[in-house]
């Protein structure tokens, strides 16, 4: 069990990775495929969980992730959960969650000293738009450039390079709080296959582009001592399932996501 409390305590520093639209079918067959080594060696136990979305497109589901609201197991008992906004007095929480007094987990990060930080991908992170510049304020700082987002074949190398450049300015003085929205897994991925179209086969092929890549990060950030990691889908995407196409609907393919987390040690 993660104790996030006593971590995020300590000032550990903390990465979060979301694949954008990363149904757990996609994510899970890649895995027990082997078209994605490195996260499967990064995985606890080589694999992926099963887990459900508090939001069935980008902006919902990243404001209930950044408000406390992770996506869930599908069943009746769950784990603590890793941080809470602060509640009314009635009810308990686990002494491992971590509680902010603040209306999100970045304000509430910032109270304990850490520095928060975003690397875009989609266009809900670009700041081009009103709705587009909602999440990136959230952060201290934000960095979004058009080859973060999908239609760009290497985007993941992009932000890769990015994320660990923010590290590498970084001088230890204060925690940080590194978020990607791996954009990669988004749509358009078919020219991952070069095809026009977008598919659960060309979603697997954008996947397995951006493993190395998310590999290569973690090595990098590794210099920097340990992590706590969460990785996860802020929803999924149907390709046709029982007729549907695209998010923001209420089909299992959208509601279920790959999760993880783990303590990622230093070098």
């Known amino acids: 069990m993660i104790d996030a409390a006593q971590i995020i305590d300590s000032g550990t520093n903390i990465l979060f990775v979301t694949f954008d639209s990363l149904r757990h079918d996609v994510a899970h067959a890649a895995v027990e495929s082997g ?32 408000s406390g609201f992770l996506p869930k197991l599908p069943q009746p008992q769950q784990p603590s959960r890793l941080w809470e906004c602060r509640p009314p007095a009635f009810k308990e929480v686990s002494p491992e969650t971590f509680i902010f007094d603040a209306p999100n987990i970045l304000d509430g990060l910032a109270v304990h000293g850490y520095r928060t930080v975003c690397v875009g991908g989609v266009t809900y992170f670009s700041a081009e738009t009103p709705l587009g510049s909602v999440l990136p304020a959230m952060f201290h700082e934000a960095h979004w450039r058009p080859e973060f987002c999908s239609p760009e074949p290497d985007s993941t190398r992009h932000q890769a390079d990015q994320a660990l450049d923010i590290a590498d300015r970084y001088d230890g003085s204060h925690p940080l709080f590194l978020f990607v929205n791996v954009s990669a897994t988004h749509v358009p991925h ?3 296959l070069n095809s026009s179209t977008d598919s659960v086969a060309s979603q697997a092929a954008a996947l397995a582009y951006a493993d190395s890549h998310v590999g290569r990060l973690l090595d990098g950030l590794s210099t920097y001592g340990p992590w706590l990691v969460i990785m996860c889908a802020d929803h999924g995407d149907a390709y046709g399932d029982d007729g549907y196409h695209g998010r923001g609907i209420a089909h299992p393919v959208v509601f279920n996501v790959p999760f993880a987390t783990w303590i990622h040690a230093g070098r």
């Open 190 to 192: 078919g020219h991952y």
């Open 35 to 66: 078209r994605t080594p490195r996260l499967a060696g990064l995985l606890p136990g080589g694999q992926w969980e099963r887990r459900q979305t508090p939001g069935t497109f980008t902006l919902p589901a990243h404001m209930a992730f950044f």
